[in-house]
């Protein structure tokens, strides 16, 4: 019996993302401050032998940014930063992100926290992996209200990379740059394909028996609730608490 629970199947999930062999290799992935379960992932990378470099932005010991996202930006625009991973308030089909707000600008709909350098790691991070553990017609919409970073760009534009893919509380998205299209790779355990297509606002691809996301192994279970959890305590107190039961030492 498999006790994993969800926030394990995303990591795993996200982990196998980031060894995939079809994709370009990863080197040095960063990750961001409010993102426990893609540092779960890394770190999962980590201690499973693989030499990843990992940057954590707000880790409180052993940061190698000690001017934060600056030093970030430009280990990026100068190609050392292979993999990141970017969310947003409204994701559409095209992999463009809105981390703006909805509704006519101004104007008086929700407010999202804000751009930042959404667009610039998109552009200049050869690999990117789109994250968002809501899963709704709200979020996945047919297409964002404003575009804070483009899923695509047009040929003259110069951009090193794209997304790899899209991972939600209910399934994996597989992104095809040249067809600016998802398709559907894997749903979790407990989903459909048709309760993915009822709460996902775009149109996506889909194979004829779309496989179900494999659950953590024993051996990464086991990682995740020990070596993993210990380089994460610091950090994700509050995460670490709630999914393993762990509290940091006083």
Known sequence: MNDAAPEEVLACALARLILDPAAPLVRHVAVGAASPIPAAACWLVRKSGHPIRLSLLHRRSGNPFTEGSRELFDLTGQGRIDLFFLGGG???????????????????????????????????????????????????????????????????????????????????????????????????????????????????????????????????????????CDEMLETYPEFCARVWGRAAAA
Do not use: K
């Open 90 to 228: 409204q994701i559409d089909g095209q992999a463009n992100l809105n981390l703006i707000g909805t509704g006519e600008w101004p104007g008086d709909g929700v407010r999202f926290p804000g751009s930042f350098g959404s667009a610039f790691m998109y552009m200049m991070t050869p690999r990117t992996i789109l994250f968002r553990e809501e899963h709704s017609a709200r979020v996945l919409v047919p297409r964002v209200d404003h575009v804070s970073a483009p899923g695509v760009s047009a040929p003259e534009v110069f951009r090193r990379g794209t997304a790899q893919a899209l991972v939600t509380g209910r399934c994996v998205f597989r992104f095809d740059a040249v067809r600016a299209r998802f398709t559907l790779e894997s749903i979790h355990p407990g989903e459909m394909v048709e309760s993915i297509r009822a709460n996902t606002g775009f149109e996506f691809d889909a194979p004829g028996d779309v496989p179900t996301t494999p659950a953590p192994t024993e051996a990464e279970r086991g990682l995740l609730r020990g070596p993993v």
